[in-house]
């Protein structure tokens, strides 16, 4: 059972636009969550998390906003760059941090 | 290079055969994770260790996967009598043990086809 969706496979933005891709999950024992970035060939890379004591945490382009009665998450970016043109990943844990469940992932490009 | 590696990149094997993969973690993270990632899927949790602790291992891997880190240091994961459906991305990831929240920082992956 895919307890962490990424119901977007693919987005296209023009370059400086924002960039918003979703996350929904179904297991309410998750409290935290972080966002992975992922280029081809290589392995995924930490961009941004977030707890569920919070309902956004921002770090420069990057927003995480956090929706928990809806169980819904979303990374925004902005301003979207050619460089930002990769795999996004989210994943979930529960207060362990000893099992991460990660959704299926969106292909964000960015045309400049 | 201090990053996460993995040992080999690339493993071509016949079905019914045994493989073994590495993982040498950044050094001080005693946190190890493994995860296996299919086309078009988000990696898969396997196993994770806590320095030497196997602490938590998935409830849908095969008890032909297994898993050790003797030393609390590099990891192994052994598949045994491989199947085609194993053919997959194999993903190690490491961190400090700061909580849930801490970054894991994954290495390149072992591409394992099974024929």
């Known amino acids: 059972d895919q307890q962490v969706k990424q119901n977007s496979p693919s987005l296209s933005v023009q370059e400086g636009r924002i960039s918003i891709l979703n996350c929904d999950y179904t297991n309410s024992m998750f409290d935290y969550f972080l966002w992975y970035k992922k280029y081809p060939a290589e392995g995924p890379t930490f961009l941004i998390s977030?707890?569920?004591?919070?309902d956004k945490n921002e770090d420069g382009r990057f927003t995480v906003f956090l929706n928990k009665s809806a169980k819904h998450l979303s990374l925004h970016i902005v301003p979207s760059q050619p460089g930002d043109s990769a795999v996004y990943f989210c994943?979930?844990?529960?207060?362990?941090?000893?099992?991460?469940?990660f959704g299926t992932g969106t292909s964000l490009t960015v045309i400049p | 290079d201090t990053g996460v590696s993995q040992d080999p990149r690339h493993k071509i094997t016949k079905r019914g055969q045994n493989v073994t993969f590495r993982c040498d973690p950044i050094s001080e993270h005693n946190r190890l994770y493994w995860y296996r990632q299919t086309l078009g899927q988000g990696p898969e949790f396997l196993t994770y260790f806590q320095n030497e602790a196997q602490l938590e291992k998935s409830r849908l891997l095969s008890d032909r996967f297994s898993a050790e880190r003797p030393k609390g240091s590099f990891s192994t994961l052994e598949i045994q009598r491989t199947e085609q459906g194993d053919s997959a991305m194999y993903l190690c990831?490491?961190?400090?043990?700061?909580?849930?929240?801490?970054?894991?920082?994954f290495g390149p992956g072992t591409r394992l086809t099974v024929l």
């Open positions: 990831a490491s961190s400090l043990d700061r909580g849930p929240l801490a970054e894991q920082f």
């Open positions: 994943a979930a844990s529960s207060n362990t941090g000893n099992q991460f469940y």
């Open positions: 977030i707890s569920s004591i919070k």
